[in-house]
Protein backbone atom coordinates (compact mmCIF):
# COMPACT_ATOMS: atom_id res chain seq x y z
CA UNK A 1 0.00 0.00 0.00
CA UNK A 2 2.72 2.20 1.23
CA UNK A 3 4.61 1.50 -2.02
CA UNK A 4 1.91 2.14 -4.57
CA UNK A 5 0.71 5.61 -2.65
CA UNK A 6 4.64 6.81 -3.45
CA UNK A 7 4.61 6.05 -6.35
CA UNK A 8 1.41 7.73 -7.47
CA UNK A 9 3.12 11.14 -6.99
CA UNK A 10 6.51 11.03 -7.51
CA UNK A 11 7.75 12.05 -11.06
CA UNK A 12 11.15 11.29 -12.78
CA UNK A 13 14.33 13.34 -10.83
CA UNK A 14 16.15 16.19 -12.81
CA UNK A 15 19.66 16.02 -12.28
CA UNK A 16 22.38 18.84 -11.75
CA UNK A 17 26.52 18.57 -11.42
CA UNK A 18 28.37 20.36 -8.68
CA UNK A 19 31.89 20.57 -7.85
CA UNK A 20 34.42 17.75 -9.22
CA UNK A 21 30.87 17.16 -11.33
CA UNK A 22 29.16 15.14 -8.93
CA UNK A 23 25.18 14.52 -9.36
CA UNK A 24 22.83 15.98 -7.51
CA UNK A 25 19.45 14.71 -8.08
CA UNK A 26 16.36 16.87 -7.45
CA UNK A 27 12.42 17.12 -8.12
CA UNK A 28 10.43 20.80 -7.76
CA UNK A 29 7.02 20.78 -6.67
CA UNK A 30 3.94 21.22 -8.79
CA UNK A 31 3.02 24.68 -7.24
CA UNK A 32 3.28 28.09 -7.42
CA UNK A 33 5.51 29.24 -4.10
CA UNK A 34 8.33 26.99 -3.06
CA UNK A 35 8.57 26.97 0.61
CA UNK A 36 11.14 26.23 0.22
CA UNK A 37 14.44 23.78 -0.38
CA UNK A 38 15.03 20.27 1.86
CA UNK A 39 18.39 18.57 1.08
CA UNK A 40 18.42 15.58 1.71
CA UNK A 41 22.08 13.26 2.80
CA UNK A 42 21.22 9.50 3.37
CA UNK A 43 23.07 7.13 5.48
CA UNK A 44 26.19 5.49 4.94
CA UNK A 45 25.84 3.12 2.05
CA UNK A 46 22.63 4.74 0.44
CA UNK A 47 22.40 6.87 -2.52
CA UNK A 48 20.86 9.48 -4.15
CA UNK A 49 19.12 7.00 -6.29
CA UNK A 50 17.48 4.93 -3.69
CA UNK A 51 14.97 8.13 -3.56
CA UNK A 52 13.43 8.05 -6.65
CA UNK A 53 11.49 4.87 -8.71
CA UNK A 54 13.40 3.02 -11.25
CA UNK A 55 12.46 4.34 -14.94
CA UNK A 56 13.96 5.10 -18.66
CA UNK A 57 15.02 8.59 -17.05
CA UNK A 58 16.81 6.76 -14.32
CA UNK A 59 17.63 3.49 -14.79
CA UNK A 60 20.09 3.69 -11.92
CA UNK A 61 16.99 4.62 -9.16
CA UNK A 62 15.96 2.07 -7.02
CA UNK A 63 13.25 3.84 -5.11
CA UNK A 64 12.77 2.33 -1.76
CA UNK A 65 9.34 2.73 -0.20
CA UNK A 66 9.60 5.03 2.48
CA UNK A 67 11.94 7.31 0.85
CA UNK A 68 9.95 7.48 -2.65
CA UNK A 69 7.03 8.23 0.54
CA UNK A 70 9.04 10.93 1.87
CA UNK A 71 9.57 12.70 -1.12
CA UNK A 72 5.83 12.36 -2.35
CA UNK A 73 5.06 14.57 1.14
CA UNK A 74 7.76 17.05 0.68
CA UNK A 75 6.56 17.94 -2.59
CA UNK A 76 3.04 17.68 -1.60
CA UNK A 77 3.82 20.50 0.94
CA UNK A 78 5.40 22.48 -2.10
CA UNK A 79 9.22 21.84 -1.06
CA UNK A 80 11.44 21.15 -3.64
CA UNK A 81 13.45 18.20 -2.69
CA UNK A 82 17.00 17.79 -3.82
CA UNK A 83 19.36 14.36 -2.43
CA UNK A 84 23.00 14.96 -1.93
CA UNK A 85 25.31 11.59 -2.30
CA UNK A 86 28.22 11.17 -0.36
CA UNK A 87 31.41 10.55 -2.17
CA UNK A 88 32.43 7.55 0.10
CA UNK A 89 30.17 5.23 1.68
CA UNK A 90 29.51 8.00 4.34
CA UNK A 91 29.42 11.49 5.10
CA UNK A 92 32.47 13.14 5.72
CA UNK A 93 33.34 17.04 6.31
CA UNK A 94 36.92 17.16 4.59
CA UNK A 95 34.92 15.51 1.47
CA UNK A 96 31.15 16.56 1.09
CA UNK A 97 31.21 19.85 2.84
CA UNK A 98 31.96 22.20 0.10
CA UNK A 99 29.98 19.69 -2.10
CA UNK A 100 27.03 20.44 -0.08
CA UNK A 101 27.49 24.42 0.02
CA UNK A 102 27.97 23.94 -4.31
CA UNK A 103 24.54 21.62 -4.05
CA UNK A 104 22.82 24.31 -1.66
CA UNK A 105 24.12 27.17 -4.27
CA UNK A 106 22.63 25.08 -7.49
CA UNK A 107 19.61 24.49 -6.10
CA UNK A 108 18.53 27.88 -5.27
CA UNK A 109 18.94 29.32 -9.05
CA UNK A 110 17.47 25.94 -10.45
CA UNK A 111 14.62 27.34 -8.56
CA UNK A 112 12.82 29.61 -10.76
CA UNK A 113 12.80 33.65 -8.64
CA UNK A 114 9.04 33.97 -9.64
CA UNK A 115 8.54 30.08 -7.90
CA UNK A 116 10.48 31.15 -4.51
CA UNK A 117 9.07 33.51 -2.02
CA UNK A 118 11.89 35.64 -1.33
CA UNK A 119 14.38 33.85 -3.26
CA UNK A 120 17.32 34.80 -2.26
CA UNK A 121 16.08 34.06 1.40
CA UNK A 122 14.44 31.10 0.38
CA UNK A 123 14.65 28.42 3.84
CA UNK A 124 16.89 25.77 3.14
CA UNK A 125 16.40 22.49 5.38
CA UNK A 126 18.53 19.69 6.10
CA UNK A 127 17.28 16.06 6.26
CA UNK A 128 19.91 13.92 7.38
CA UNK A 129 19.64 10.28 8.13
CA UNK A 130 21.96 8.12 9.87
CA UNK A 131 25.39 9.37 8.99
CA UNK A 132 24.21 11.15 7.13
CA UNK A 133 21.91 13.26 9.97
CA UNK A 134 25.53 13.12 12.17
CA UNK A 135 26.52 15.53 8.93
CA UNK A 136 23.79 17.73 9.15
CA UNK A 137 24.43 18.59 13.16
CA UNK A 138 28.19 18.70 12.11
CA UNK A 139 27.14 21.40 9.35
CA UNK A 140 24.55 23.14 11.72
CA UNK A 141 27.25 23.38 14.21
CA UNK A 142 29.91 24.69 11.86
CA UNK A 143 27.43 27.37 10.76
CA UNK A 144 26.35 29.04 14.11
CA UNK A 145 30.33 29.04 15.05
Not at 2 to 22: F, H, I, M, Q, W
Not at 71 to 79: A, P, S, Y
Not at 115 to 140: Q, T
Amino acid sequence: MLLSVALSCVAEPKTTYVGDNRAVMYELPDATHVKGLIVVLPGCNHRATDWWVHSDGCTSCIGLPIELFTVRKMLQRNFAVAVVTSQAACFSPATDMYYLQESIKSMKTIIEPSKAVGHHDLPVFLYGISGGGSFAGYVVLVALV
